[in-house]
């Protein structure tokens, strides 16, 4: 068996084509263009190969509701060559076979789950902090979704005291992707957050907002793992950082045995959105 | 078929026998005390009733694991005399029918699901804002659990500008609960909050932070329906105000169709949380 996938962000769509050990068969780097010719050079890739299904996860928001009449359609995006866009039904449409689409977060999510640093539990969030911030919820292997799907790195946070930065969130300021951003980082250092020192203190406030956000999605969701990957946390001083403030926010209110192991790194490289993406193309093949 | 409901609070339990259509047979009040007397005395009125099974909807924390050897088991609560009571077992030994456990939120929100508020969505948030402040979730028809039941009511939420009220929650200060709950509001206000005027500031406040938490679910959990019942919501001038911060907050981030009916008051008046019970017995009759 054969599976395509597709991890369609901003700037690229990474294209792959997996045998059912998620071994690499084939790959492909496409910049983002608008929709049309960046999927004409997809399906062009993709035809090379006897594909049984696609998967994709892709930026959003999207209509995940499968009794929807826009079911897999780009909604309200700021691409706006993409707005409205019905991803799904184009590309099934383009390679006559079924297609699968999620968010970029939620196949991310999927992927550490079944593969990754979630392997071993039946309840997983994915959160990745980069130029956005996004998070995904795994249980009992399916991903979770409601009436939209989340949109975990817009909850509001508690500001720390004598902290004004105004965040850059342009929905709503200073919401948790509004101060934890690689954006957000940026601003508020004046400089690019790769050469921000370890010792700064921007990457305390980093920390304590993303731990905020892990406590809320603790008392809610009550996952077995938190997985924290995306571009900020190259910077690897913060996972310590958060597990402290998370620890201290927290105040024992929930037992969690090993906190090492329930705020971890992700382990598939920065792989595990196509991997998952290839994951939802075979839960619709049926094998 | 008879079944047999307790909605376990920290200062009584409302017993009641139901038939299949929900309606009630019998029903009595015992005033909480130590576990002993407390469930002999309840134990005493079942016994009076042929019933098939019994549903608890308890204070918690609760041991909720059906894999784990403490399943049913109060957990660490500030009732000493209940920390470590096997709650399901001893109730299974007293009256020797199968006996299902659940949070008290939780048993409310499956009751307000099934029978209230929800019956027309396939999700729905439950959370009371009373003593404390709790939520539950239920989904397709289930109670949502994870490692934990969820601890919705204790999540952090962005301070107001001048707000400086330190707030009451004994493990987090400034938590939900610490901000919104009876206690906090009269604290704040300095008189028991029957007493605080419509038109006070405090109510602002009040509806601000539980927009906050509302916001905050609604990014999480995607839900099709929140409803809000506890003491305090008896202010139902709360209602339009907590909507209104709501959709300022939220900033049309996800489209929210019909916001009056997407924020609502409960609809089993104080019924819910043994209805919801009895629910929670009747899905492990298999009936």
Redesign the interface.
């Known amino acids: 068996m054969l599976i395509g996938a597709i991890e369609a962000g901003g700037t690229k769509f990474v294209c792959s084509v997996l045998d059912e050990f998620n071994e690499t068969k084939d790959r492909c780097v496409i910049r983002t263009r608008g929709p049309e010719e960046t999927l004409a050079e997809a399906a062009d890739f993709f035809r090379k190969h006897p594909i049984d299904a696609l998967g994709v996860g892709a930026f959003g928001p999207i209509d995940l509701n499968d009794r929807s009449e826009t079911y897999g359609t780009i909604k309200n995006t700021p691409k706006t060559a993409w707005k409205d866009f019905p991803l799904r039904d184009e590309l099934k449409r383009m390679l006559g076979v079924p297609v699968a689409v999620d968010t970029d977060v939620n196949a991310a999510c999927l992927g550490e789950f079944r593969f990754g640093a979630g392997r071993d539990v039946d ?1 997983a969030v994915y959160i990745t902090v980069g130029t956005g911030v996004g998070a995904g919820f795994v ?1 009992e292997d399916q991903v979770f ?8 790195g ?6 720390m005291v004598d902290d004004s930065f105004e965040g850059v969130c342009l ?2 300021g ?1 919401c948790l992707e509004g101060l934890v951003s690689g954006p957000a980082i940026e601003k508020r250092a004046g400089i690019s957050g790769a050469d921000i020192s370890v010792d700064d203190p921007v990457w305390a406030s980093v920390a304590h907002y993303i731990a ?1 956000a892990l ?3 603790t ?6 793992r938190i997985i924290i990957g995306g571009g900020v946390m190259k910077q690897s001083h913060l996972y310590p950082m958060i597990r402290k403030e998370f620890q201290r ?1 927290l ?5 969690i045995e090993d906190l090492e192991s329930y705020i971890t790194p992700p382990k598939l490289d920065d792989d595990q959105g196509v991997i998952g993406a290839a994951g939802l193309a075979k839960d619709i093949t049926g094998s």
């Open positions: 309840s249980k979704k409601g009436l939209t799907h989340p949109e975990m817009h909850i509001k946070v508690s500001r929905y709503h200073d905020q406590v809320n999605y008392l809610v969701l009550c996952p077995e926010i105040n024992d209110y929930i037992t």
